[in-house]
């Protein structure tokens, strides 16, 4: 408020030396046309609304004037408001040079707030403010409730009963180890017929498998490669209890008796909510972007084998930062750090699919 307050004061003052050269029959015809814009603006605006540097302006330059000369002017408060914005402004400051020395409880170290009291509450949903006090005193760090329940309050977290609830996102992330998720994705050929493709992800390890690509997705044909889905992960001894999936008509009540006879649960997303199958949603965009963007499909016997190469590569070369840049089958070599290795190495690159991916080792 005080910066500004300072430039309407630099304002004004300019203004004012602007006015010395004007004669006074310009003042006059100045001040009626800014009557009646201010009229004009009456009209418009019902009730308006000023901030505490309006009203300082304003009290600052009218309050010399008496009253009965204030009930002429054509302003936008009643004239009883100035005088008592410039009782309250002179209130403030009063106060302001007679505020007192603190007294009461010495403040809370700064490290109770950050990493005690707010890291509690993140990883306890279930504890309030009182609960965590008794932790604190558990651990010889005596502060009051109060300030346990002022600093939650601060920090913008909410009451327990509010925190206790279940989010999707915090579900997937608690339980990423046992959820599959699978969906079909369409891919166009040369000659622009339509094909289908059926994939699945595991959240944890960010593997892929593609399980099949067919121009007539039926339900018998989708029951199929769900056995061939559980006969994989049987050889690769998965622990998945969940799968999720939308609620495309292919997904027949049979595919989800098979999958439960199998021992996995099927969640199906809300309706029109892909941010639910969120994970996989993400792997078909970068599938397209890496491969049908950049490769001419011939026909339904080309699809497979670029598919093949695709989760070959996608699965153990490809980066991806939620696994700390390594990819789902092949985790990070050891870091280079002395620099005339950096300075010697030898990186031979290896195409895919023509040239479309490109992988990146060092030669041996």
């Known amino acids: 408020m005080l910066l500004r307050l300072a430039c309407l004061a630099v304002t004004h003052t300019f203004a004012f030396l602007r006015l010395l050269p004007m004669s006074d029959r310009d003042k006059d015809v100045e001040i009626l046309a800014l009557r009646h814009q201010l009229l004009v603006l009456q009209r418009q605006v019902g009730k308006p609304t000023f901030t505490d540097t309006d009203r300082a302006v304003l009290a600052g330059l009218l309050h010399h004037l008496p009253m009965d000369k204030l009930r002429h002017l ?3 408060v009643r004239p009883d408001t100035l005088p008592r914005w410039h009782r309250d402004l002179l209130k403030r400051c009063h106060a302001a040079a007679c505020v007192p020395k603190r007294r009461g409880r010495p403040p809370t170290i700064r490290s109770i707030r950050a990493a005690l009291v707010v890291r509690l509450a993140g990883e306890n949903a279930s504890w309030g403010y009182r609960r965590i006090h008794g932790e604190l005193a558990a651990l010889g760090i005596k502060v009051a409730a109060s300030t346990v329940w002022e600093i939650l309050r ?19 992330r608690s339980q990423a180890e046992a959820l599959l998720a699978c969906d079909l994705f369409e891919v166009r050929t040369l000659t622009g017929a339509r094909l289908y493709v059926f994939a699945v992800i595991e959240h944890a390890t960010r593997r892929v498998r593609i399980l099949g690509a067919g121009a007539h997705p039926t339900a018998e044909w989708i029951v199929q490669l769900g056995r061939n889905l559980l006969m994989d992960l049987q050889d690769a001894s998965s622990r998945a209890r969940f799968l999720i999936r939308d609620r495309d008509s292919k997904f027949t009540a049979a595919f989800d008796d098979l999958l439960t006879d199998a021992g996995l649960n099927v969640v199906t997303t809300g309706i029109r909510i892909p941010r639910m199958n969120s994970h996989m949603e993400r792997w078909i965009q970068t599938c397209r972007r890496e491969l049908p963007d950049h490769t001419l499909i011939g026909n339904q016997s080309h699809l497979p084998h670029s598919l093949r190469e695709f989760e070959t590569f996608y699965n153990c070369h490809r980066p991806h930062r939620a696994l700390g840049q390594a990819a789902p089958l092949r985790p990070l070599p050891a870091p280079i750090n002395v620099p005339e290795q950096i300075g010697h190495l030898e990186v031979r690159r290896r195409d895919r699919l023509g040239g479309t991916l490109h992988e990146y080792q060092h030669a041996t």
């Open 154 to 172: 601060e920090h913008g977290i909410p009451p327990t009963p509010e925190r206790q609830s279940t989010t999707w996102a915090d579900f997937l």
């Open 74 to 76: 054509l302003l936008l």
